[in-house]
């Protein structure tokens, strides 16, 4: 079946950095269109970055452009997101994403805590 394990996240100084790696299986992840959303406490989820299932043409949310970067090794089935200058604001739980004939599926998330 498919699974999204997310990983990497963690406590961090704002102006700091995470990587956030997804390793995905039961699907061929390769021909997949992928996304990273995340949920603010006391927010609705909300997409952060999307990007093709050759890795090209990444999307990004206003309000990670130009921090974010949204990766992907199709060889090792693995999705990325390296989080540069991060905010408070940023604080969040992570999660993986694809569509997959018609159904979201979801990773189980991992918190990322941006604070002094």
């Known amino acids: 079946q498919v699974q999204l394990v997310e990983s990497g996240g963690g406590l961090v100084q704002p102006g700091g950095s995470l990587r956030l790696s997804c390793r995905a299986s039961?699907?061929?992840?390769?021909?997949?269109?992928m996304n990273w959303y995340r949920q603010g406490p006391g927010k609705e989820r909300e997409l952060v970055a999307g990007?093709?299932?050759?890795?090209?043409?990444?999307n990004y949310a206003d309000s990670v452009k130009g921090r974010f970067t949204i990766s992907r090794d199709n060889a090792m089935n693995t999705l990325y997101l390296q989080m540069n200058s991060l905010k408070p604001e940023d604080t969040a739980v992570y999660y993986c994403?694809?569509?997959?004939?018609?159904?979201?599926?979801w990773g189980q998330g991992t918190q990322v805590t941006v604070s002094s």
């Open positions: 994403n694809t569509l997959y004939f018609g159904r979201h599926y």
């Open positions: 990007i093709t299932s050759t890795g090209l043409s990444p």
């Open positions: 039961g699907f061929t992840f390769s021909n997949r269109y």
